[in-house]
């Protein structure tokens, strides 16, 4: 009996570094009566967040991606790579996806995410990778008892946040009010 060859592996693709932020935007805790105030721009190095987190109203901002059209399809690949330098707070990556459950995901305010917790280092460079098996849905910071799974071929939107509740719905232990600076240098599908 003879065994099949293995697959290669497939390539890193990289979904966003550089002037590939140039259509992302900030959103903050203001759209829920909120006064974080932070915004996006890209730099040399990648896109950087920089603001004020305000925890009183909403305690978040964020930097997130256009919505994706065509989504994309990331199932020849097992999650994905976040390169960043974050001051060693913890962060929750969002995802959006088309949903086949007759697009009802829309119709919810805030609609299903997948989020998974990011920690960052003190200092420097911080290189996580995060499987699409480790995300979890939630609605806002609300996790979702649904058996529902998540399908990597139809990512619609990125999202990185700095907010008080983590990936399980409870307080976030990497989370501080006051100044922020969050550098996101690539975003790789590995």
């Given at each position: 009996m003879t065994t099949p060859p293995p697959q290669p592996a497939p390539q890193i693709r990289v979904i966003a570094s550089?002037?590939?932020?140039?259509?992302?935007?900030?959103?903050n805790?203001?759209?829920?009566?909120?006064?974080s105030r932070a915004g996006?721009?890209?730099?040399?190095?990648?896109?950087?967040?920089?603001?004020?987190?305000?925890s009183e109203g909403g305690g978040f901002v964020s930097c997130r991606s256009p919505?994706?059209?065509?989504?994309l399809d990331?199932?020849?690949?097992?999650?994905?790579?976040?390169?960043?330098?974050?001051?060693?707070?913890?962060f929750k990556f969002a995802v959006a996806c088309r949903d086949g459950v007759l697009g009802l995901t829309e119709l919810i305010p805030?609609?299903?995410?997948?989020?998974s917790t990011v920690p960052t280092q003190p200092n420097g460079l911080?290189?996580?990778?995060?499987?699409?098996?480790?995300?979890?849905?939630?609605?806002?910071?609300?996790?979702?008892?649904?058996?529902?799974?998540?399908?990597?071929?139809?990512?619609?939107r990125l999202q990185l946040l700095h907010s008080r509740f983590g990936d399980d719905g409870e307080a976030n232990?990497?989370?501080?009010?006051?100044?922020?600076?969050?550098?996101?240098?690539s975003i790789e599908a590995f």
């Open positions: 550089g002037a590939a932020f140039n259509a992302w935007s900030s959103l805790d203001t759209i829920m009566g909120g006064s996006c721009r890209i730099t040399d190095d990648g896109l950087l967040l920089e603001g004020d987190v305000v919505v994706f059209k065509p989504p990331l199932t020849a690949y097992r999650g994905l790579r976040l390169s960043l330098d974050g001051q060693g707070r913890s805030g609609g299903l995410r997948w989020v911080t290189v996580v990778e995060i499987p699409f098996a480790q995300l979890k849905p939630v609605v806002r910071a609300s996790p979702i008892k649904l058996p529902l799974r998540f399908d990597s071929s139809c990512i619609t232990p990497g989370y501080r009010s006051g100044s922020i600076q969050l550098l996101i240098r």
